[in-house]
């Protein structure tokens, strides 16, 4: 078979010419392949853009009388490799024998090719057309001349799309951060302005005074604040109130649950990622640092933070710059840090499960949050309130709390604090049957006491004082822990387990255990024996 003999070049040139004239975008990539194919008799025809050094996606498919399907393909062992480098190619016949990997020439029955690299002004290679053909294909140098020139204006229409579909990806970038920080702002805003107002802090014990005395000076510097005290006794509450008050309250307070958070994405949460930083991460994320920027960022329970996790935080606290993961770019804020523990921080120092620079970064102002036991004054005004709040909640005509109550309230000793009590209010205000409540054996709330008692056997059920006995701190604490684990099926760690209700590790849940003398056989064991 004789080869095919293309038309002379100047009605190669009118027919692209008059073919794509009046075209842009998609529309100018099918007109050029279906008129590149036309003007040379061939078959099939593409144009594709080059997505790396090693793989294409098409722009346009022409397959003789339609176009085809979008495809994506690798350059190794194809007639196109070298076009992708930025040589113009032409293969007269014999083409899948020249490329016998290629298993696409095969299907299609290819037998020549002419490959035209799409070039921009300053020699970059975007993409390339290409044009194949069933037999033989030999076109002249000025045919490949003409190819060039239409393959340059492609170049061009492919570099106005990219910078086109880069601008709406960045803006769409823009917007979607925008949404999410004006969101979170006012979350947080009305989170501060509602539940947790400054004013809400109820308290007229001394320890509790001398706290609230130092919290407007220490709301107007901008330090960072290490808060101290037990579970329970408020310190969320507090650090909120340090916001609330400091001159950065226009600004969103981002909270951070140190311990609530996987160690395999800590660094992800705080500081954020970029797209494809890691497996599942198909979109960049703000971390939580860059969200709180001219604003603060509370760190709860950060001892529960991992070595590594500590490292990138003392940089931030050093430098005010951190890299997003999987970004080699450093993002510099301005955030106030606040960080709270119910650890031993120098403790875990001394065991090196705590930094001791991160410790000293973060203890710039220590504020220690006394527990309910050393304010017991402040019983009596905070049961009055949660009990308001709970009724509220739960439609419940409940007016107000016994005379004896609040005094049985004020000698327990609240190993739970503040978040005991306002759960053992809600609880009392479920199971009341009048507008006054009572304190109930069902509620199962022991007595402090002044003088040390030998702690009984285990006990399955923590049973009701006896009138006038006096219990110990660890007998109290021994039998809060038996009703909670009666409570949970004596499951310790889930979000239904009795670590969570104690607001404790389950490793600490069984130390305390352990050292209480609580044990599920031993429980069995006498209760069997009645």
Request: charged share 25%.
């Amino acid at each position: 078979m004789s080869a095919f003999a293309p038309p002379a070049p100047t009605r190669l040139l009118r027919i692209l010419a008059e073919g794509t004239a009046s075209a842009t975008g998609d529309a100018f990539f099918r007109s050029l392949a279906q008129h590149a194919a036309q003007a040379l008799g061939a078959r099939f025809a593409f144009a594709a853009e080059s997505l790396s050094e090693l793989e294409s996606r098409s722009l346009a498919y022409w397959e003789g009388s339609a176009f085809g399907e979008g495809f994506s393909y690798r350059f190794p062992g194809t007639p196109c490799q070298r076009v992708a480098a930025g040589h113009v190619c032409s293969t007269t016949t014999g083409l899948r024998e020249a490329y016998p990997e290629d298993l696409w020439l095969t299907q299609i029955g290819a037998d020549s090719y002419v490959g035209v690299p799409m070039k921009t002004a300053a020699g970059k290679v975007l993409g390339h057309v290409a044009v194949l053909h069933t037999q033989p294909m030999s076109p002249t140098p000025e045919d490949l001349d003409v190819l060039a020139i239409f393959a340059a204006r492609g170049a061009a229409e492919l570099e106005r799309m990219q910078a086109e579909r880069a601008l709406r990806d960045a803006l769409a970038e823009v917007e979607r951060l925008r949404e999410r920080l004006q969101s979170e702002n006012t979350y947080y805003r009305d989170e501060l302005r509602s539940e947790h107002n400054f004013e809400e802090i109820i308290g007229s014990s001394e320890p509790w005074q001398r706290l609230l005395g130092r919290l407007t000076s220490v709301a107007a510097a901008d330090s960072t604040v290490l808060i101290t005290g037990e579970t329970g006794v408020g310190k969320e509450l507090v650090a909120r109130a340090l916001h609330i008050r400091s001159p950065r309250r226009s600004r969103a307070l981002i909270k951070v649950n140190c311990a609530a958070i996987p160690a395999g994405l800590i660094e992800s949460e705080l500081f954020g990622h970029v797209k494809g930083a890691f497996t599942g991460a198909s979109e960049r994320r703000a971390g939580r640092f860059e969200l709180a920027d001219q604003g603060t960022i509370f760190l709860d329970e950060v001892g529960e933070l991992a070595l590594d996790a500590q490292v990138r935080l003392l940089r931030v606290l050093q430098e005010r710059e951190f890299e997003p993961v999987g970004s080699s770019r450093s993002v510099r804020v301005d955030v106030r840090v606040i960080a709270a523990t119910n650890r031993d921080l120098q403790q875990a120092m001394e065991s090196g499960r705590f930094r001791a620079d991160l410790y000293y970064r973060l203890n710039v102002i220590p504020l220690r949050i006394p527990a309910l036991r050393e304010r017991r004054a402040d019983i009596a005004p905070l049961a009055l309130h949660f009990l308001a709040r709970a009724a509220r909640k739960l439609g419940r005509a409940v007016q107000g709390i016994s005379s004896a109550t609040l005094n049985a309230l004020g000698e327990y000793d609240w190993p739970g604090n503040v978040r005991e009590l306002e759960n053992w209010i809600e609880r009392a205000v479920v199971l009341c049957s009048s507008s006054v409540l009572e304190l109930d054996p069902s509620l199962e709330l022991p007595r402090a006491a002044s003088t040390p008692e030998p702690s009984p056997e285990p006990s399955s059920v923590a049973a009701p004082p006896v009138s006038g006995a006096v219990l110990t701190l660890e007998e109290a604490e021994r039998r809060h822990i038996l009703s909670v684990l009666e409570n949970t099926g004596w499951v310790i760690e889930g979000p239904r387990g009795a670590a969570r209700a104690l607001d404790l590790t389950p490793s600490t849940t069984r130390s305390r255990m352990k050292k209480l003398g609580i044990q599920r056989a031993a429980v069995a064991t006498r209760t069997a024996r009645g």
